[in-house]
């Protein structure tokens, strides 16, 4: 079976502009989290859909969005992109509550 | 929020038991311990997780005493591909925050 899958893999953009990353879980997994990771640190949690609803939200701004297809793959788009966004991007898909999260490889954004 | 407190690093050698614990202080009670292991620039992966008291796969164990403040993970044997950074990972129900702490950079010298 395919794990988590992320797209791009690499993504360079200018100050003020948007971006969308995607994510498709793994086959049956219907929960995608989404967490920054700068470099040096740990991941910081921004979002987490299950059931295409919202179900918990990191202390990140507006500019940060997402959303869960019926497919359960996802969408993160973060708006006015700040130098501060440059970061690993990664997504993680479990089959359910409590169940164990399963990372994809991330999307290294940088922004300039 | 559960937040946890790891070593920053730690240094091993070949072959020995690795012990790395995690302080988790204000854990839920409905709240799991999850582990992980990551090389540069790649995702975590999934060691190992757990409620209370041992758990053993066939990578790791997790010890977790009777308060659950605290999780040790234990890496037998280990080998110079074990270097990486080892998050604990509290795990709440859903609608919460998923707190990584800043992880314990284990170096693994021949």
């Known amino acids: 079976d395919a794990g988590v899958t992320q797209s791009p893999t690499h993504l360079i953009k200018t100050r003020g502009q948007h971006v969308t990353l995607r994510c498709s879980p793994i086959?049956?997994?219907?929960?995608v989290s989404w967490y920054q990771q700068v470099l040096g640190q740990g991941p910081q949690f921004i979002f987490q859909?299950?059931?295409?609803?919202?179900?918990g939200r990191g202390n990140f701004p507006d500019r940060f969005s997402a959303r869960q297809f019926p497919n359960y793959s996802s969408e993160l788009n973060v708006n006015a992109l700040l130098l501060g966004d440059s970061a690993l991007y990664l997504c993680?898909?479990?089959?359910?509550?409590?169940?164990?999260?399963?990372f994809g490889p991330g999307t290294r954004l940088l922004v300039l | 929020l559960a937040k946890t407190t790891q070593p920053i690093s730690m240094d091993s050698y070949e072959g020995q038991e690795v012990n790395i614990t995690c302080s988790h202080n204000?854990?839920?009670?409905?709240?799991?311990i999850t582990w992980y292991q990551q090389f540069p620039s790649q995702g975590p992966r999934f060691i190992i997780q757990?409620?209370?008291t041992k758990v053993t796969n066939e990578v790791a164990s997790l010890f977790i005493p009777a308060d659950r403040k605290s999780s040790t993970l234990s890496l037998p044997r280990v080998s110079l591909s074990d270097t990486a950074v080892y998050y604990c990972?509290?795990?709440?129900?859903?609608?919460?925050?998923?707190?990584f702490g800043p992880g314990t950079r284990l170096s693994v010298l021949p």
């Open positions: 757990g409620y209370k």
């Open positions: 990972l509290v795990d709440p129900l859903y609608g919460q925050n998923f707190v």
């Open positions: 859909y299950y059931e295409k609803e919202e179900r």
């Open positions: 086959s049956g997994h219907k929960s």
């Open positions: 993680a898909s479990s089959s359910g509550a409590q169940e164990t999260q399963y």
């Open positions: 204000n854990i839920a009670t409905n709240d799991y």
